[in-house]
């Protein structure tokens, strides 16, 4: 054979040998089609017959819950709301306090200081609380008379005046007053009106509502 008839015949085998491998893939491929065609089809139906998921009962589960809260939000809104009690602390009572102030005498016919006195301060005290000036007084012959001033302020404590005329110690008052505004110094007067000796057995006030 010439060589231009071997190359013909090569080439003839070689095309065959393609031809059938052509063949080969082409039927693997068909096969390997219609296998996942089947595979498809098998998952279609089972997708299809899956029920359906029923959600009513968890819906009409939901409903009923929020029915209840509302229901129970309008009871609240209907209850009446009750006041708020709040107990009062009563301040106590002021207690009634007395201030001694102590003894003295004199026989000047004209008012003079004993030396007796205190210092008050309004700040301290209720407003609603009253003084009384008391006094011990004797006196052999005349009369004994005793008296507060507000020293602070040179105020004459009229409320407070008393006198005695008998030399038996008689304890004297005669009207009550309030307490001078701020801190003041109350002194106590005294004055015979004859000259004998005036006798203050004793002086307090008494500070009380």
């Known amino acids: 054979m010439s060589r231009w008839q071997w190359f013909i015949l090569g080439a003839l085998i070689i095309l065959t040998t393609g031809v059938v491998a052509l063949a080969v893939v082409q039927f693997q491929v ?5 296998e996942f065609k089947q595979t498809v089809q098998t998952q279609t139906t089972r ?3 899956s029920p359906t998921p029923d959600f009513s009962e968890t819906i009409a589960s939901q409903a009923a819950t ?5 229901a129970r939000v309008e009871s609240l809104e209907e209850k009446p709301t009750q006041p708020t009690t709040t107990t009062s602390t009563t301040p ?4 009634k306090q007395v201030i ?3 003894s003295a005498s004199t026989t000047k016919t004209s008012w003079t200081d004993t030396g007796l006195e205190v210092i008050l301060d309004s700040a301290d005290y209720p407003a609603t609380v009253n ?8 006196i052999v012959g005349g009369e004994a008379g005793t008296r507060l001033i507000n020293k602070t302020t040179g105020a004459i404590i009229t409320a407070s005046e ?3 005329n008998t030399n038996t110690v008689t304890w004297k008052t005669y009207n009550s007053f309030k307490l001078h505004a701020g801190k003041n110094t109350y002194a106590v007067q005294a004055r015979s ?9 004793g002086a307090r006030l008494v500070i009380s509502q």
């Not at 106590?92 to 207690?95: C, E, K, N």
């Open 92 to 95: 106590p009572s002021f207690q």
């Open 100 to 102: 001694y102030l102590g």
């Open 30 to 34: 068909v096969g390997d089609l219609a």
């Open 66 to 70: 929020i029915t209840d809260l509302v």
């Open 193 to 201: 009106t004859s000259g004998e000796t005036a006798n203050i057995a």
């Open 47 to 49: 997708v299809n017959d």
């Open 131 to 138: 003084v009384v000036f008391e006094a011990g007084l004797s």
């Open 162 to 164: 008393v006198s005695h």
